[in-house]
């Protein structure tokens, strides 16, 4: 039996059994709506694009043939996730535990998922597509490498969108990393200095 193509975008995460569900617990018409509307986008916006610019981390979801889930942490420099097109993702890969058991998967399951949290503004990005290993590719490694960044990349994982959607900042807690804290404290710590300069230095009391 061929499998129907998708009449939504949103169709990607609400299949047949995820629609039951939501049926079962009455959310189902709001998501119709939603769909109705237009549903998810299919191509990065230039919003989309601006927020993947100021992140340094995300994380990427795979799975082996027979659907063994994992997650893998990825960081680097901000921006280090390039946008190429309108539904290209990429960036380059590092040296790490050679466990290799994302690049493992992908070489046989190529779906794969991209979460990213932003806990100072509690915005979640969630992106479904399919990604792909790429070796020895010189322009792209160029194109993906960042000079100022010391680690020697390996290969490239081209990420194709088909999807994505911007989850409500319900339960997200707000976190700073030590350079956010840095640069909200350092016109703190400019006023104490210059408070401390205004106290007489007299040695003699």
Known sequence: MKNEEPKY??????????KALQTKYRSRRSYEQMEQR?????????????????????????ASANGQPYIQHRGGPMGFLKVLGSKTLAFADFSGNKQFIS???LSE???????LMDYPNRTRVKIWGTAVV????RELMEQLSDPAYRAKPERAIVFTVEAWDVNCPQHIQPRFTKAQLENITA?????IQELENMIPNDKSV
């Open 9 to 18: 975008t949103s169709d990607i995460a609400f299949t047949p059994a995820v």
């Open 38 to 62: 237009g549903g998810w986008q299919a191509e990065i916006s230039p919003q989309i694009a601006q927020f993947l610019n100021t992140m340094d981390s995300f994380y990427m979801g795979t």
């Open 103 to 105: 690049t493992g998967n």
């Open 109 to 115: 399951n190529g779906k794969a998922f991209i979460f």
């Open 134 to 137: 790429v070796h020895d590719d």
């Open 187 to 191: 016109p703190l710590h400019k006023r």
